[in-house]
């Protein structure tokens, strides 16, 4: 078989016509490669130092250990500066926490930018598996079209000596019969 032929078999239409996808698949089939591949691991392997550090910070701002760890520290500064400093009389952040707000604002101002980096990120590694699913669900719908092209074949060889079998066999009752009317066909002894 060919590309072209496999393209006019499997999707009506030329292999120039076909999509990357579609032409890497009829490759595949052809050459009796595998389609399937570990997405995950081709995916980690072509991230930047940048990348994965991104993806680490937004997998921890995204954690219950971040957000008790964030809790406990507002929590202490609170307690620092409202109980504790205000007793000794020198408070650094005294109510209404304005270097509080200004750290909040500094720390939502990096994390939210890291957050959807890590999102877009995720977003392509979503496309890109969506992408291998595709090619492996269409190679495994090929193969398995061809699976039943093989066993009609196989179908009708049976058929057709399962026919030869029965046509010997009838004539091999006609023989033990005796009965020269029975030797002669159905057809004839109508007319």
Known sequence: MDNELLAKRFFRSTFEKLSEAEKKVIGDVLARRRTARDAARHYEQNLTFGQRVADRVAAFGGSWTF??????????????????LIRLGDTFDPYPYILLNLVLSMLAAFQAPIIMMSQNRQAARDRADQQHDYEVNLKTEMELMQLHDKVDLFMEAEWLRMIQLQQEQVALLRGLSGDPARDRPQQEAGT
Do not use: E, R, T, Y
Request: aromatic share 12%; glycine share 6%; no cysteine.
């Open 67 to 84: 957000i008790i760890l964030f809790m406990s520290i507002l929590v202490g500064w609170i307690i620092l500066n409202s109980i504790i």
